[in-house]
């Protein structure tokens, strides 16, 4: 058996201490390599990520306004056919229980072509072809002149204003000239999203 002298214990407990102390550097460029090439890998990975996230919560925010949609569509549906619940979903006071459900089925259509345009199953122009198509009916017209004041308090910019602003201006134009609704001439610009 071989007894090593506190010196030589010494020597060989510097020696291994230089290695490490040579291994370290090399370790660390190495490593400081694969970090380079691998975090902009990492980075790609993640904004990628953030897409599928941004894209997934776009089509939680669709399903949800169609949900949304449907109840309301649902209630506006009994209220149609019961008088009593279409007074009390009505805001329009002194008129008929036949003139409330008509004003209640005018707003269930327009509020199905927003929510098209909202879905993205039509843009800003088919919207607006929509519009004016609905905008010749009396009883939308009469709806939309009874139901001026409900708009006043829209958030300026919200897509509900600005979409109330060019059925206003397809009012406008309708009334100029009742016998060429189909001429589409400069419409509102569509909303910035």
Not at 149 to 159: D, K, M, N, P
Request: aromatic share 4%; proline share 5%.
């Amino acid at each position: 058996m071989v007894t090593l002298t506190p010196a030589a214990r010494r020597i060989g407990s510097a020696m291994v201490a230089g290695w490490g102390m040579l291994r370290s550097p090399l370790a660390r460029g190495t490593r400081r390599r694969h970090q380079e090439t691998t975090l902009p890998d990492l980075v790609g990975q993640i904004a990628r990520l953030g897409e599928e996230l941004h894209a997934i919560g776009q089509e939680l925010r669709r399903a949800n306004e169609i949900q949304v949609h449907r109840l309301l569509m649902e209630q506006l549906d009994r209220a149609i056919d019961d008088p009593t619940l279409a007074a009390a979903l009505s805001t329009l006071n002194g008129i008929s229980e036949h003139k409330r459900r008509q004003m209640l089925f005018a707003n269930r259509e327009y509020a199905t072509i927003l929510l098209s345009h909202r879905t993205g199953t039509i843009d800003w122009s088919e919207l607006l072809g929509n519009l004016r198509v609905l905008c010749r009916n009396e009883i939308f017209a009469e709806y939309w002149e009874r139901t001026v004041e409900h708009r006043r308090s829209l958030a300026v910019g919200s897509l509900e204003r600005q979409v109330g602003e060019a059925v206003d201006t397809l009012m406008e134009e309708l009334a100029d000239d009742p016998e060429e609704w189909w001429i589409v001439g400069p419409s509102p610009e569509p909303p910035g999203d």
